[in-house]
């Protein structure tokens, strides 16, 4: 039975609206079919909840990028959710995800299981080396003349994602970027907010001009900034 569903590779049309409006918009009954019946079959949904992966999915359709770059590719399971949504709509995008070297201690750093949710998959590109840093030497090195999208993970907390949103917003000002990792809840919570923090702090200080949506319903929280 399961390998009648990974074998069930059924595409779709591509769920943008055409019309004249300028919002982001997507069809989510064609983002909600292919949810359900070709993505949660292979990758669940834990870390990455049904609104997540409705905004993983609406937004990498709506900006169609070039390249997507993440990183902490763990298992790969983000990169596997990217590399299937691509698949599925026909969106030409190359996908590169960036892990810490094995001689660098992470507590999730899955060693030999690092990546291989997407292993034998030739459009999804693994490096080991610094996530911000690999990401940037490949655009200076390729040079793309559409969007980038980065998936940035927000566990690390305040300093790291709001270092790696100001210098992607500041490198990239055309970037796409999509935050894990960003509810916000009140203090009594004792949540971490330093991701929302940040990005909140990062766009209302030097970036106010960019759009901003959330999942903002419930842990863990996704952010999507554009402009």
């Known amino acids: 039975m399961l390998n009648k569903l990974f ?4 595409t779709y049309n591509n769920p943008c609206i055409s019309h004249s409006g300028s919002e982001f918009e997507v069809n989510n009954w064609i983002v909600s079919d292919f949810i359900v019946n070709r993505l949660t079959p292979i990758v669940g949904f834990h870390p990455f909840p049904l609104n997540e992966l409705m905004l993983m999915t609406s937004s990498v359709c709506y900006f169609k990028p070039e390249f997507i770059f993440e990183w902490g590719t763990n298992i790969g399971k983000s990169a596997r959710i990217f590399y299937e949504i691509t698949d599925a709509f ?3 995008t190359e996908i590169h995800s960036i892990d810490l070297p094995d001689d660098v201690y992470h507590n999730e750093h899955p060693q030999n ?3 291989k949710m997407v292993k034998g998959i030739s459009k999804v590109i693994l490096h080991q080396a610094d996530g911000l ?3 940037f030497d490949l655009i200076n090195q390729r040079k793309p003349k559409g969007r980038v ?7 690390h907390g305040y300093e790291s994602v709001k270092n ?4 992607i917003l500041k490198n990239a000002p055309n970037a796409v970027v999509l935050l894990h990792d960003t509810f916000y809840q009140s203090a009594e919570s004792n949540y971490n907010i330093g991701p ?6 990062v766009l ?9 949506i959330s999942t903002n319903m419930g842990l863990p929280g996704m952010t999507l900034v554009y402009k």
């Open 7 to 10: 074998n069930q590779k059924k």
């Open 90 to 92: 026909g969106i030409q």
């Open 113 to 115: 299981d690092r990546g």
């Open 133 to 135: 840093k690999c990401s």
């Open 149 to 155: 999208l980065f998936f940035v993970d927000g566990d």
């Open 164 to 167: 790696e949103l100001e210098t």
């Open 196 to 201: 929302y923090s940040a990005v909140k702090d």
């Open 204 to 212: 209302e200080r030097s970036y106010p001009d960019y759009q901003v």
